[in-house]
């Protein structure tokens, strides 16, 4: 079962222990971990983190880490796709609330799950979806 989805900082931190990642967001993941559940990580985190690798904003093997998690066996992180649902889901994220395309994505990834999104971005945190940090 999906828990939650975490969004591209919080999945890139989560990953490097990265002390930024708050303890609420910590714990969701490690209980979604402990209980077999999983976290969602949509795929334009993926596509964002490969960018951010290009720039050399995060470390150059953070794409294949993140990867091997996603492929991982019973593993807490599941790739969710950006297809139909997710753009209907879109349309519910105001744009003027949330402006930036990748966060508006992840963001109605949540929405189409019916689950809370992992984010300390002010902007997702004041929009129509529940967040935890």
Do not use: C
Request: hydrophobic letters at 45%; aromatic letters at 6%; zero cysteines.
């Amino acid at each position: 079962m999906i828990r939650a989805v975490a969004d591209t900082h919080a999945l890139h931190w989560y990953l490097y222990g990265d002390p930024r990642l708050s303890k609420a967001a910590k714990a969701a993941i490690d209980s979604a971990s402990q209980t077999g559940d999983q976290i969602g990580v949509s795929s334009i985190s993926l596509i964002e983190i490969a960018y951010l690798a290009e720039k050399g904003r995060v470390p150059a093997p953070a794409f294949d880490r993140i990867v091997a998690l996603l492929n991982l066996p019973n593993g807490v992180f599941e790739e969710i796709q950006v297809e139909q649902q997710v753009a209907d889901a879109l349309r519910k994220v105001d744009r003027a609330q949330v402006p930036d395309m990748p966060d508006r994505i992840i963001a109605a990834t949540a929405l189409m799950l019916g689950v809370p999104v992992i984010s300390r971005d002010g902007k997702i945190q004041s929009s129509v979806v529940t967040t935890i940090w």
